[in-house]
């Protein structure tokens, strides 16, 4: 059931349900991180190996520092400039953190989302909610209530509707390795932005199903029709126009027909592109007859590192 009653969501999530809550990112799958039981029914409900830990939500800086130590100045400064917002940061652990929830490691992702219903709901509670994309494990993530109920209505009891995500992007994921910042995944708070706080950072976000390197897995963010990136114009002829959707930066083209293009942004902006992507992924996948999205990358800056990134894995597939 979708709905706009805070304290319902609150209600759930203390009763150890599993429910979907919106963020400034993307929709989460939301559960008590302290509770087992509700723990164990996120990985069941995305169907995610249990070895790919979960991501923490909380409502402030305070609330965080119960749960994980600051290891340095400079996450504490990013913490300030960038909190609440886009930013997960994966800090040592305290102990109140269950293994469950960090897959065994002795790190911890943290993270405190600006969306003022999610803001409301955490502050409700005395308790951190984990809560990894509401999505089903390597499919494009939800950013709208409905995205959520179209794949796991069936299996959760609500889902509190926050409106369409003003981001569309996950969050970027930030630690540090030997006193140096080290970004795992591009996400909603840009490189540049970053290091116009802290300096310059080491970006290391390699392709890999080693649990310890988050959001790497290569291929991710997945619809089910093939996606082939590169220059639409000089692709589109070898294809069957019939059976090909076109994803663009900010183009149509005539050869195909316009209900099978889904256009980022007409101005151009990486900004609106970034909120449109995974709505756009979506619309092209639920095409009947399609066998082949093509799509461009973007310029490489701002969001539109993130927007790549996630290109680039939704095509790993194919
Ligand atoms: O914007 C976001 O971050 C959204 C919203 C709902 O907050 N959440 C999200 O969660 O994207 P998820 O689970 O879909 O992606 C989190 C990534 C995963 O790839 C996971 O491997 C990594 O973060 N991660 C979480 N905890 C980790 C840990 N302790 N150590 C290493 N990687 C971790
Ligand atoms: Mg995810």
Not at 42 to 60: A, E, G, M, S, W
Not at 133 to 143: K, L, R, V
């Amino acid at each position: 059931m979708i709905g706009t009653d805070i304290q319902k969501a609150v209600d759930f999530l203390k009763q150890g349900e599993v429910i979907g809550l919106p963020t400034e990112t993307v929709y989460g799958l939301a559960g008590n991180a302290l509770n087992p039981d509700a723990i164990t029914k996120i990985f069941k409900v995305k169907n995610r190996p249990r070895f790919n830990p979960l991501i923490i939500h909380l409502p402030n800086i305070d609330a965080l520092t119960q749960y994980a130590m600051i290891p340095s100045e400079k996450i504490l400064q990013l913490a300030n400039r960038f909190t609440p917002g886009p930013l997960t940061f994966l800090l040592p652990k305290r102990n109140n953190i269950p293994d469950l929830v960090t897959a065994g490691s002795p790190r911890v992702a943290i993270r405190i989302p600006r969306h003022p219903l999610c803001q409301a709901v955490l502050s409700k509670l005395d308790f951190p909610v984990a809560a990894p994309s509401a999505n089903p494990s390597g499919y494009i993530s939800p950013t709208t209530a409905q995205h959520v109920a179209q794949q796991l209505g069936s299996k959760i009891p609500y889902i509190l509707d926050g409106g369409p995500c003003e981001v569309g992007l996950e969050s970027t994921i930030i630690g540090i390795e030997d006193e140096n910042l080290v970004v795992y995944r591009k996400g909603g708070i840009s490189i540049e932005a970053i290091e116009s706080v802290v300096g310059e950072v080491a970006v290391n976000t390699h392709s890999s199903s080693n649990p310890e390197s988050p959001g790497r897995l290569s291929q991710h963010y997945a619809p089910a029709v093939g996606i082939q990136i590169g220059n639409i114009a000089r692709l589109l002829p070898d294809k069957d126009p019939k059976k090909t959707g076109i994803l663009s930066f900010s183009t149509y083209y005539e050869e195909v027909p316009r209900t099978h293009q889904y256009c980022l942004s007409s101005s151009g902006n990486l900004d609106e592109a970034a909120q449109n992507l995974f709505k756009g992924l979506r619309y092209l996948d639920n095409i009947a007859g399609l066998d082949l999205i093509l799509s461009e990358l973007v310029p490489e800056e701002g969001l539109g590192r993130a927007i790549n990134d996630r290109l680039r894995r939704a095509a790993a597939k194919t």
